[in-house]
């Protein structure tokens, strides 16, 4: 396999991962895609998509070295919310370390907004990935450092939509009438993919990235003209939000909790800051990528019927909300 298109993607299975494996396969990359288990359903539906599934693990250093040898660049995402924080920075310090043993020519890094500004308010999940930034900076690897902003899909995973189509709103803790920013994760796989095509614009950057920046309660707006009925904004207390994480733990419901209570200092972060605590450059953003969605169009290009016909919900759902970036 000819390294000089080939890019090691790891999530591919996920929601940014996947997405950055198809628009790299799009502009003609050879993608590998990593994971566990290259004969599970989700490994064989990117095989059919033209990625090479390789086997390898983050926790095991001689697997990912095998799976960047060869390979011109990495595209680097983990997931905090499975594996936990002291995890999230072992693996991204793993394949930091994978990368510049193998001669990796370019290593981009799906970092968060704020990481590089929020040290001492207890984000957790911002922390770990200022400490796995911190590795890859120093590693000397070329590197870019993309800082997704809350994700757009984060309002169509089942909790949200489950209470939004239950309640005829989107819950989320910040006030209807600030903007806030958002992304689009097919806007960060266009940006990944102009860092691969053009490293001189885009080696040495560390860059917070949005699509647009709007009122969550457009955004309401908007979804009730898509669907047709009225679907409003609430503008959740953060205690509600903790109160009801609390229930799940007492509950049992511990993946439900670890989501919850990890976000809690986060959305505190964002009501305080200005436009929601993050800090795109929107002009610079759609420099470097000008096809950037509005969040017009990514409403529009969301089938929302099937979405309220896949998600009537029954059972009250689980604290997920609109403010951690999606994997």
Sequence with gaps: MNSERTILVTGATGLQGGAVARRLLGDGWRVRALTRDPASPRARKLAASGAVPVAGDLDDEASLLAACTGAHGVFSVQDFWEHGFDAEVRQGCNLVDAARAAGVKHFVYASVGGAARTAGLGISHFETKALIEQRLIASGLAYTIFRPVSFLENFTQEPVLKRMFQRKAIWFPFPADRPFQLLAVEDEADLVAAAFRDPDAFVGLAMEIASDERRLSEL????????????????????????????????????????????????????????????????????????????????????????????????????????????
């Design 220 to 327: 309401a707006g908007l979804v009730s003209r898509a669907l047709g009925e009225e679907i409003g904004f609430r503008d959740v207390p953060l205690d509600e939000f903790d109160a009801f994480a609390r229930r799940t733990e007492a509950a049992g419901l511990v993946a439900a909790t670890k989501v919850g209570r990890s976000l809690v200092p986060q959305l505190r972060w964002n009501q305080t800051a200005p436009i929601g605590g993050w800090a795109a450059d929107l002009g610079e953003v759609r420099r470097l990528a000008p096809s950037l969605r509005s969040v017009e169009a990514w409403v529009a290009s969301i089938d929302w019927t099937a979405l309220r016909e896949a998600y009537a919900p029954t059972v009250e759902p689980a604290p997920t909300v609109a403010g951690s970036p999606a994997r």
